[in-house]
């Protein structure tokens, strides 16, 4: 075999081989992108099985409630309206892609937290209501089920953190741009949450 044929042969092999090194570079990249955004994707259905949940939970209570003809409709309306407002919303992962959508199923959750929130402060003028077994379970399977909403969604933000920050990171943002991976929504405390409630005991 002559010289320049074997040179010839191994610059082809070097180019190929540090080609094929390339191409499973990427693919290593990619690969990471596509297991973060799944990992995004599977918190958020937590998320969402949480505040199905609560609304699953709010028709009983509604319920409970009603049979105390004196309570206040008013509060009841809000609730009812407030849970209608966040089914309307389609919660689907594609949400998570679009800033204004996300924003609106935040705003709708935190209205309907509001609404109950109300409820529970109204039913203290209520003692037989406040006294009644089903109401109280009702009450504690809400108690629990706003923590876990509360664990989940901080459990969600970290996941989106840990994957914004991968597809902002240079290499993996040329590729997450290419690829077309996009920044995941963060969820935000509720506007005037910083305040603290006056609490009032007179």
Known sequence: MKKGMIIGLSITGG???FVLI??????GIYN???TLN???NQSWSQVENQYQRRADLIPNLVSTVKGYANFEKSVLTEVTQARASVG???ATKEILDDPESFQKFQVAQGQLSGALSRLLVTVENYPDLKANENFLQLQAQLEGTENRIAVERRRFNETVQGYNTTIKRFPNAVF????GF???QYFKATAGSETA?????N
């Open 15 to 17: 180019v190929l081989l």
């Open 22 to 27: 390339l191409i499973m570079w990427v693919v």
């Open 32 to 34: 990471n992108l596509v």
């Open 38 to 40: 799944e990992a995004v």
């Open 88 to 90: 309307g919303i389609k």
């Open 176 to 179: 997450a741009n290419m690829f």
């Open 182 to 184: 996009r920044d995941k």
């Open 197 to 201: 409630p006056k609490v009032d005991f």
